[in-house]
C-alpha cells in the first residue's frame, strides 16, 4: 500500500519570506525583526515573516493612498470593479487547497473548517459584486417645498485599514475586502501575527485578476505596525475584528482622530433551550452553533440556558455530543476539536477552567489541558454553573460550553441578556412561533432559530462590548462610501 503524505510536507509557496505587497508588487521588508509562525498541533516553527518596520508602513500607506489620489480604481463604475470581484473569487477558488492548508498550519483550525475557506471567501467577492447596482442607481430626491432637488453620490471613503484576527484569518479579512473594494476604496490588509501566511493567497488573487497597483497592500507585523497605520494621516476608514481591549483602543484612536471605524469584537452568546426542545435537533447543530472552531469563534452561544424540568436530561444531551466529537490533528478529515491557536490562549482557556473548578462548576466531560505536544485541551461541559462565575460572564475563546439553570422564560431571557457583549444567539424549539418571540426579546445583533449562520445578505455586528457597526450586506458596504449631496434647481 503506498503511503500517503501529511499536508505538513505539502510544498507552499510561502513559509520563511521576507516580502511585503507594496503597490502592486512583491518587496522585501526593510525591517530586520521577524515573527515566527508555529503549528499549533506540534508546536513546530515553520514559517516566518518580516515585523514590518516604519517605512514599510509608510510605504504601504502611500501606496494606497496614491492608488486613490491618481490611480483609475475609485473612478471606475461600481459595475465594472465588481467584473474585478468575480475574477478575483475565480482566482481565490484555485488556491483553494494550498490556502486550507496554510490556514491550517497557522492557527489549528480543522481542515475540515479551512477546506471552505476559499469557496465562502469567493461567495463573498461575487455577493457584494450583485450589489454594484446599489452604487451605480441614479439618487435624486426634491426639496420638500419643491423647485429643487439633490443629486445624492455615494462615493468611497477613501483609503483603508483593514485588520483581521487568527481565528478566521481569510473570511474575516474577505468580509473586509469585498464592500471596500466594490466601493472603490483602496486598503492596507494587516493579519494577525500568528496568521501572516494565508492571507497571501488572497492578494495573490486580487494581483491574478487584475485589480490595479496600489488598490491592495499587505503589511505583517505586531499590534504595533497596526496601531501605526490606525493612526496614520492618510488613514479614511479602519474596520477591525479582534478582541474587545483591543478594539476600545482602535475605537479610542478614531474617535480622536475623527476617523470612521468598524469594529467587530467578543461575545458571551447565549442558547436559550425552551422545554419543548428537539434535543436531537439541537445536538445535529451543537457543535456548529455552539463550539464551531474549537470554540474559537466570536459568534458562538457557548452558555446553553436549560430549563430545570429538564436541565440534567439537557446536560447529558450536550456532554453525550461533545465527548463524541474527535480531538486530534486537525489535518484528520474527521477531526472536529484541534488545538487551541497559541500557547498563550491555550493557557488562558486553562485558567478558565481552573476558576471554574474553584467556583463549584463540574465538568462533565473533558476539563484538562491534553499532555504532549501542540496546544490542545480537552473539549469541555461545564454543568452547575450560576451566572455569577467567571466562565458565564466572561468570554472564554475555546472549546468550553457551560450549562446553566432557569425557572421561567423571563428568567432565561434576563440571563441572556445579562452581559457586557451582545453578538449572537439561538433559540431553541420545537415552535418555530414561540422561539421568534423569545429571540425578539434578546438584545444582541443576531439571533438564530435552532441554528446559527452567517447570512452575506444580512447585516452582522455586536451591542455593547461586541462592537460597533456592521459587516454584510449593504449594510456593510454602506460603511465604506461617504455621501455628497449635490443641489440643483428644477
Not at 510536507?9 to 511585503?20: R, V
Not at 516566518?48 to 471606475?76: H, I, Q, R
Not at 483550525?109 to 469567493?122: H, L
Not at 441572556?416 to 457583549?421: K, L, R, S
Amino acid at each position: 500500500m503506498t503511503a500517503v503524505a501529511s499536508p505538513r510536507s505539502t510544498h507552499l509557496p510561502w513559509t520563511h519570506t521576507d516580502d511585503l505587497y507594496l503597490g502592486g508588487a512583491w518587496h522585501r521588508s526593510t525591517s530586520t525583526h521577524r515573527l515566527d509562525v508555529t503549528d499549533p498541533a506540534t508546536g513546530e516553527v515553520w514559517g516566518s515573516v518580516p515585523d514590518a518596520s516604519a517605512d514599510d508602513v509608510e510605504a504601504a500607506m502611500n501606496s494606497a493612498a496614491t492608488a486613490f489620489t491618481e490611480g483609475p480604481w475609485p473612478k471606475l463604475r461600481a459595475a465594472e470593479r465588481a467584473e474585478y470581484l468575480v475574477r478575483m473569487a475565480d482566482e481565490i477558488e484555485r488556491r483553494a487547497t494550498p490556502l486550507a492548508i496554510t490556514n491550517t498550519r497557522e492557527n489549528g483550525s480543522p481542515i475540515s473548517e479551512t477546506a471552505g475557506a476559499a469557496a465562502n471567501a469567493a461567495g463573498i467577492l461575487r455577493h457584494f459584486a450583485g450589489l454594484a447596482d446599489w452604487l451605480d442607481a441614479d439618487d435624486r430626491r426634491e426639496f420638500p417645498a419643491g423647485g429643487a432637488y439633490t443629486v445624492v453620490r455615494r462615493e468611497p471613503v477613501g483609503p483603508c485599514v483593514l485588520i483581521a484576527p487568527w481565528n478566521f484569518p481569510i473570511n474575516l479579512m474577505v468580509i473586509k475586502m469585498a464592500p471596500a473594494l466594490l466601493a472603490g476604496c483602496t486598503m492596507v490588509l494587516k493579519p494577525a501575527e500568528s496568521t501572516p501566511l494565508s492571507i497571501r493567497f488572497i492578494v495573490d488573487a486580487a494581483e491574478a485578476a487584475g485589480i490595479p497597483p496600489g488598490v491592495v497592500n499587505l503589511v505583517t507585523g505586531s499590534g504595533a505596525v497596526g496601531n501605526a497605520l490606525v493612526r496614520h494621516p492618510k488613514t479614511a476608514k479602519v474596520a477591525f475584528t479582534g478582541s474587545t481591549p483591543v478594539g476600545r483602543k482602535i475605537g479610542a484612536a478614531c474617535g480622536e482622530l475623527l476617523k470612521p471605524v468598524t469594529l467587530e469584537l467578543g461575545g458571551k452568546s447565549s442558547a436559550i433551550v425552551l422545554a419543548d426542545a428537539d434535543l436531537d435537533a439541537m445536538s445535529n447543530v451543537l457543535i456548529r452553533s455552539c463550539m464551531r472552531n474549537t470554540g474559537q469563534t466570536c459568534y458562538i452561544s457557548t452558555r446553553i440556558l436549560a430549563p430545570a424540568e429538564r436541565y440534567d436530561e439537557i446536560v447529558d444531551a450536550v456532554t453525550a455530543t461533545i465527548r463524541a466529537a474527535k480531538q486530534g490533528d486537525p489535518f484528520d478529515d474527521d477531526t472536529v476539536f484541534g488545538p487551541l491557536a497559541t500557547s498563550a490562549q491555550r493557557d488562558i482557556v486553562v485558567d478558565y477552567l481552573d476558576s471554574a473548578r474553584v467556583e463549584g462548576a463540574r465538568a462533565t466531560t473533558g476539563g484538562r489541558p491534553v499532555d504532549g505536544p501542540g496546544f490542545f485541551v480537552e473539549p469541555t461541559v461545564l454543568a452547575d454553573v450560576t451566572p455569577d462565575m467567571r466562565v458565564a460572564r466572561e468570554e472564554i475563546f475555546g472549546p468550553v460550553i457551560t450549562v446553566l439553570r432557569y425557572d421561567s422564560v423571563d428568567e432565561a431571557v434576563t440571563m441572556a441578556n445579562d452581559t457586557d457583549f451582545g453578538l449572537g444567539g439561538i433559540v431553541f424549539s420545537a415552535d418555530p412561533a414561540a422561539a421568534q418571540s423569545v429571540a425578539e426579546r434578546l438584545d444582541t445583533g443576531s439571533v438564530g432559530v435552532n441554528f446559527f449562520a452567517s447570512n452575506h445578505a444580512a447585516p452582522f455586528g455586536g451591542r455593547h462590548d461586541s462592537g460597533l457597526g456592521v459587516e454584510y450586506g449593504i449594510e456593510g458596504l454602506s460603511a465604506y462610501v461617504t455621501y455628497k449631496s449635490i443641489h440643483r434647481r428644477s
